[in-house]
């Protein structure tokens, strides 16, 4: 990405299941907090706050630790997708929606200095929509808040398994509105499956379009820049 992503950028990272999504967003995170005194907000959608902790700390990275413990927030709102309403209210009033999370957003930021965002993930809220073009606006909506904000911004979305130059995103909407999408996948090679990653898209920058070894390391994921997949 010759130099990477471009501060107060939106970022679609988008891949399968198992392909290390939540642990690149969230080694983000700390690695901003840690390496360059960012603070960062961790917006889960579906997986709980201690499954992100633990994650992390699978890999070396304690966000108790004091130096990140003040700059890293790791907001649950996955709980409010299990509320049930009560007689007589409407279902979306418990749903996450796009005004929830700029509340939620705005609300940390005011007190906070934050610099990054993560999304985990921005799939969950086609789940309310009927009307693609209501969701289109919405999401137009929504980046343009992320845009003014000036966070650098990362949202996840999950895509088929089978990718090569399929869609890149979950409701083949998302893509559009942001200035880099970021795929992961992975492919079969003599019996074994390996990931990958590749850059799609990416404003601002000039980069590549192969396709590069994923590896988990002791410390995180890493992008095997000097190797290719065929």
């Not at 990477?4 to 950028?9: A, E, R, T």
Request: net charge neutral; aromatic share 8%; glycine share 10%.
């Amino acid at each position: 990405m010759r130099g990477g992503i471009k501060q107060g950028s939106i970022t679609l990272l988008a891949g399968p299941t198992g392909t290390l999504k939540t642990i690149i967003s969230s080694q983000f995170i700390y690695n901003g907090a840690k390496e360059y005194g960012e603070g960062g907000i961790y917006l889960t959608l579906e997986e709980k706050e201690d499954g992100i902790r633990q994650s992390l700390a699978n890999f070396g990275m304690d966000v108790d630790a004091p130096e990140v413990k003040d700059k890293i927030q790791i907001v649950d709102l996955s709980g409010l997708r299990k509320r049930k309403p009560q007689f007589g209210e409407s279902k979306e009033r418990y749903a996450i929606s796009v005004d929830v999370l700029m509340e939620t957003i705005t609300s940390i930021t005011q007190k906070s200095d934050v610099k990054r965002l993560v999304i985990d993930s921005i799939s969950i809220l086609g789940l309310l929509y009927k009307d693609q073009s209501d969701m289109r606006d919405d999401l137009f909506i929504f980046t343009e808040f992320l845009r003014e904000s000036g966070l650098t911004s990362l949202l996840v979305t999950e895509i088929e398994e089978e990718y090569r130059g399929k869609r890149v995103s979950r409701f083949g909407l998302e893509e559009f509105l942001a200035d880099g999408v970021v795929v992961l996948g992975y492919t079969q090679s003599k019996g074994e499956l390996r990931r990958w990653a590749t850059v799609r898209k990416m404003r601002f920058t000039d980069h590549n379009l192969h396709m590069h070894p994923v590896r988990i390391t002791p410390c995180g994921v890493e992008i095997v820049s000097t190797e290719k997949i065929y």
